[in-house]
Structure formats: structure tokens, C-alpha cells
């Protein structure tokens, strides 16, 4: 049986945290930085569209 596909998001996760992980990060400094890095992620889905005028 083959393993599942990544998800995008997951994808995102496995990015970020290489990144923490090269720049030597732990404990709060490197929550702090999974948390931004994943928030500047959005799925398309759930992005608010612009043009809705509000």
C-alpha cells in the first residue's frame, strides 16, 4: 500500500520546519517562527477575495 499524497498544507509544515531546523531554532523561538511561517500560508480556498468590494 502506498503512502498517502502531501497535502499542500502538509507540504507547507515539512518546508517550515527544514527552515527552522537549518536556522538552529528551538524551543519558543522556533513555535514562534513555525507560526508565522505557516500563517503566510492560505489555502486558495479559504482566501478572501478582493474584488467582493467590502
Known amino acids: 500500500m502506498e503512502p498517502?499524497?502531501?497535502?499542500?498544507?502538509?507540504a507547507k509544515m515539512k518546508s517550515c520546519n527544514a527552515d527552522a531546523s537549518l536556522?538552529?531554532?528551538t524551543g519558543v523561538e522556533r513555535e514562534?517562527?513555525?507560526s508565522t511561517c505557516l500563517k503566510g500560508w492560505a489555502p486558495a480556498a479559504a482566501a478572501p477575495?478582493?474584488?467582493s468590494g467590502c
Not at 4 to 10: A, D, G, K, L, M
Open 4 to 10: 498517502p499524497e502531501r497535502t499542500p498544507r502538509q
Open 23 to 25: 536556522r538552529s531554532l
Open 32 to 34: 514562534a517562527f513555525l
Open 49 to 51: 477575495s478582493s474584488a
